[in-house]
């Protein structure tokens, strides 16, 4: 293997043509293998001793697995400037979900794929440490369905956990903020809250944060500052739930939410926990024995004793 050539006589890979996405580790390229006639992804780091760190970061972490949702790794160089990634042609969470917006079920499908691959990814003792919507893209979408690939391991971790928060602070879990004062080490857990988040976003939308700049949150936050925005996901969250208050059933997907979006992550679900409690809708009567905070389980109380039962 060589430095990647994207075009010239010689190069491996010619580029399509197309604008490439840029992301904040570099660029990614739509591109043909001259050779073999494959479509594939080209991630080019961006020049740097950093780059060429997150570019071996990456390939390391991606030659540890094989799994159908978590993408798969097709080349690298050995100066660590690029990889070549398998093609998704879907685009990313958000980019098909401005589209057409996804359906209840499609969501649910989309958590349940992401769990089982967060769940294979942190058997491996891995944390991912940036689930986010431009970080899961959709392979396929059709008939109500669709399959996804966990994409972007620059930030992930394996072993101690890091010294310093990284990732996406928007996404980022309460124990990350928390750390500025606890120093107490987080656990796959932050990719579950990450996901919970991605999926009420996308359900129901997120509370306005005035202080949050762009798509951005400051991972500097004061601890009350922290509180106020997990706080305020929390009653969103109890806002969709009364939502449902005249319906006999509820989504599941929001009762397992309370348990993805807890903020003690001793309490909150692991993606195992997560995905083995992830059945379809269910009965009204069915609901109180799952995990969910107190303050849920006494507006479920009401519902039941609204509801006659
Ligand atoms: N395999 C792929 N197929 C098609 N498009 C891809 C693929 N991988 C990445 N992309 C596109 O490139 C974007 C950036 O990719 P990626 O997240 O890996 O880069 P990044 O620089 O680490 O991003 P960031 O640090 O901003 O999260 C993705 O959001 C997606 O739009
Ligand atoms: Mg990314």
Redesign the pocket.
């Known amino acids: 293997m060589s430095t990647i050539e994207l075009e010239g006589r010689k190069a491996k890979y010619i580029t399509s043509g197309d604008e490439?996405?840029?992301?904040?580790?570099?660029?990614?390229y739509?591109a043909t293998d001259r050779k073999t006639g494959e479509i594939?992804?080209i991630?080019k780091?961006v020049k740097s001793a950093k780059g060429a760190k997150?570019c071996r970061r990456?390939i390391e972490f991606l030659h540890l697995f094989s799994h159908a949702s978590i993408?798969r790794c097709l080349d690298h160089d050995t100066a660590y400037t690029f990889v070549a990634?398998?093609?998704?042609?879907g685009?990313?969470l958000n980019?098909q979900h401005g589209l057409t917006a996804f359906t209840h079920r499609e969501v649910e499908t989309m958590v349940l794929d992401v769990l089982e691959a967060l769940q294979y990814v942190h058997s491996h003792g891995v944390i991912h440490h940036?689930v986010?919507p431009?970080?899961i893209?959709v392979a396929t979408r059709a008939d109500d369905n669709l399959t996804i690939?966990l994409?972007?391991f620059?930030?992930a971790t394996r072993g101690p956990h890091p010294k310093r928060p990284a990732g996406?602070p928007r996404y980022a879990a309460p124990e990350i903020f928390a750390y500025q004062i606890s120093s107490e080490a987080w656990s796959g857990k932050i990719d579950v809250w990450a996901l919970g988040l991605i999926a009420l976003e996308l359900l129901y939308g997120l509370p306005e944060n005035p202080q949050a700049t762009g798509n951005r949150l400051p991972f500097q936050a004061d601890d009350a500052y922290a509180k106020g925005w997990h706080g305020a996901i929390q009653t969103q969250l109890k806002h969709m739930l009364k939502f449902y208050v005249l319906s006999s059933t509820i989504p599941e997907l929001l009762v397992e939410l309370f348990s993805m979006l807890e903020v003690d992550p001793k309490l909150r679900f692991s993606a195992r926990k997560a995905r083995m409690h992830l059945h379809r809708d269910i009965e009204l009567e069915n609901l109180l024995p799952m995990g969910m905070d107190h303050q849920a389980e006494s507006i479920f109380e009401d519902m039941m004793e609204w509801n006659g039962n």
Request: net charge negative.
């Open positions: 490439p996405s840029s992301g904040g580790q570099g660029d990614v739509k594939c992804a991630k780091f997150t990456e993408i990634l398998e093609w998704v042609e685009g990313t980019e940036d986010k431009a970080n893209m690939k994409i972007d620059g930030f996406t």
